[in-house]
């Protein structure tokens, strides 16, 4: 599942993928009655129907009058054949603590998004938006990356609501950044199983105001590349608006054969009623692990113009990670839902924002497995 919080309507909005069956795939969404659910039935709950099309690794964004949802959609009945991502488009309820029938939703879906260059995107990340605007930025890494290559650029495209609620997408715009193709996978201390670091798609962005920038929109995001000891994390803070360029960037890397991965970045933006204030600076949280170190979670921030921190370290593994998803190809599947977001409640003297983060880690082998351990989540909130 993916939740957000939106300032502009007062509501929680959440998506996750509903499979009934190989020709019956759904998407679950809805959003909270009130501001401050407590349990399942101060949510209202709807779906979306897909068929035989498999929306994966589903990505939630929003304008102020739009959800949006990006996705990658595979074909069920052949296992792991690629039809394309799309763009889901669902408009916001009125106010009011009724749920609205679904009809009364409009949705809207773009199908086969093309990247820049012209090929098919892969992994569309829509922005969550801060700073109540519009319209929305979707940013997706290029498919030379996965097809074994190096790829120079991003897509950028900017997505907004049109008079009936419908959605109107801006193509795709071309952001050039350094190169960068698929990491390697991450080894663990005493294991014959690795991490899987992923394929250098976006995984979560954050749009804000940063005041540094003359209060201009950035989008915040990043990516596990190649690089470092063998996979670091890649950040950018991007100017979105007509043609795309880079505020700033960097990379997240670990020294003596530590791999750096699963990254998720904030900027401390604080929009909440009538306050709006910082958002020039950023936190990541991120996974470690090396043949000498158990995977752990860490962070860095970063202070406007100021370098960026050193590793803090959050949370130690007792153990590494050896479960029924690192059998068949002795890679074990990790993460790619990172997370990272700022928080709306901040003390009126604070002289930061804060940002609100999760990341997983392994636990101890369970009893009646002693050989088998598992991961967890872990939560955690911080000032830059």
Same mark, same amino acid.
């Given at each position: 599942?993916?939740?957000?919080?939106?300032?502009?309507?007062?509501?929680?909005?959440?998506?996750?993928?509903?499979?009934?069956?190989?020709?019956?795939?759904?998407?679950?969404?809805?959003?909270?009655? *009130?501001?401050?659910?407590?349990?399942? /039935?101060?949510?209202?709950?709807?779906?979306?129907?897909?068929?035989?099309?498999?929306?994966?690794?589903? %990505?939630?964004?929003?304008?102020?009058? @739009?959800?949006?949802?990006?996705?990658?959609?595979? @074909?069920?009945?052949?296992?792991? !054949?690629?039809?394309?991502?799309?763009?889901?488009?669902?408009?916001?309820?009125?106010?009011?603590?009724?749920?609205?029938?679904?009809?009364?939703?409009?949705?809207?879906?773009?199908?086969?998004?093309?990247?820049? /260059?012209?090929?098919?995107?892969?992994?569309?990340?829509?922005?969550?938006?801060?700073?109540?605007?519009?319209?929305?930025?979707?940013?997706?890494?290029?498919?030379? /990356?996965?097809?074994?290559?190096?790829?120079?650029? @991003?897509? #950028?495209?900017?997505?907004?609501?049109?008079?009936?609620?419908?959605? %109107?997408?801006?193509?795709?715009?071309?952001?050039?950044?350094?190169?960068?193709?698929?990491?390697?996978?991450?080894?663990?201390?005493?294991?014959?199983?690795?991490?899987? *670091?992923?394929?250098?798609?976006? *995984?979560?962005?954050?749009?804000?105001?940063?005041?540094?920038?003359?209060? %201009?929109?950035?989008?915040?995001?990043?990516?596990? #590349? @190649?690089?470092?000891?063998?996979?670091?994390?890649?950040?950018?803070?991007?100017?979105?608006?007509?043609?795309?360029?880079?505020?700033?960037?960097?990379?997240?890397?670990?020294?003596?054969?530590?791999?750096?991965?699963?990254?998720?970045?904030?900027?401390?933006?604080?929009?909440?009623?009538?306050?709006?204030?910082?958002?020039?600076?950023?936190?990541?949280?991120?996974?470690?692990?090396?043949?000498?170190?158990?995977?752990?979670?860490?962070?860095?921030?970063?202070?406007?113009? /100021? &370098?960026?921190?050193? !590793?803090?370290?959050?949370?130690?593994?007792?153990?590494?990670?050896?479960?029924?998803?690192? #059998?068949?190809?002795?890679?074990?599947?990790?993460?790619?839902?990172?997370?990272?977001?700022?928080?709306?409640?901040? &003390?009126?003297?604070?002289?930061?924002?804060?940002?609100?983060?999760?990341?997983?880690?392994?636990?101890? &082998?369970?009893?009646?497995? &002693?050989?088998?351990?598992?991961?967890?989540?872990?939560?955690?909130?911080?000032?830059?």
């Amino acid at each position: 599942p993916q939740i957000i919080w939106d300032q502009s309507t007062r509501r929680f909005y959440y998506v996750a993928d509903d499979v009934y069956s190989a020709i019956d795939n759904r998407l679950a969404f809805g959003f909270s009655k *009130t501001a401050s659910p407590s349990s399942a /039935a101060d949510f209202c709950k709807y779906v979306i129907k897909f068929g035989p099309r498999f929306p994966d690794y589903p %990505k939630l964004g929003d304008t102020k009058d @739009l959800l949006l949802i990006g996705a990658n959609t595979f @074909l069920t009945s052949r296992l792991g !054949h690629f039809l394309g991502s799309d763009l889901v488009s669902i408009t916001k309820p009125s106010a009011g603590s009724g749920c609205p029938r679904r009809s009364e939703l409009t949705v809207d879906i773009e199908r086969k998004l093309r990247e820049a /260059a012209g090929g098919r995107a892969f992994t569309p990340v829509p922005a969550n938006q801060i700073d109540p605007a519009k319209g929305d930025y979707i940013v997706a890494a290029s498919p030379d /990356a996965f097809q074994g290559g190096f790829a120079r650029s @991003l897509s #950028v495209y900017e997505a907004r609501s049109g008079a009936d609620g419908s959605l %109107k997408l801006g193509g795709p715009k071309r952001l050039k950044v350094p190169f960068y193709s698929i990491p390697a996978t991450a080894p663990q201390p005493r294991s014959n199983y690795r991490i899987d *670091t992923l394929d250098a798609r976006m *995984t979560q962005a954050i749009l804000a105001k940063d005041p540094s920038r003359g209060g %201009k929109v950035a989008l915040w995001t990043q990516h596990t #590349v @190649l690089g470092g000891s063998g996979a670091e994390v890649r950040w950018y803070e991007i100017d979105p608006t007509t043609k795309p360029s880079l505020f700033q960037k960097g990379t997240i890397s670990g020294p003596n054969g530590l791999y750096a991965f699963n990254g998720a970045i904030s900027p401390d933006r604080q929009v909440n009623g009538g306050t709006s204030r910082f958002g020039a600076n950023m936190v990541v949280g991120f996974n470690t692990s090396s043949t000498e170190q158990r995977p752990d979670i860490r962070m860095v921030s970063k202070q406007g113009s /100021a &370098p960026v921190s050193d !590793h803090v370290l959050i949370k130690s593994s007792p153990a590494v990670l050896e479960d029924f998803a690192c #059998v068949e190809n002795r890679v074990c599947r990790w993460g790619d839902y990172s997370a990272a977001t700022p928080d709306p409640n901040v &003390p009126a003297g604070a002289t930061t924002g804060r940002v609100w983060l999760t990341n997983q880690w392994v636990k101890e &082998p369970g009893s009646l497995k &002693p050989r088998v351990s598992g991961w967890s989540t872990w939560n955690w909130a911080v000032r830059p």
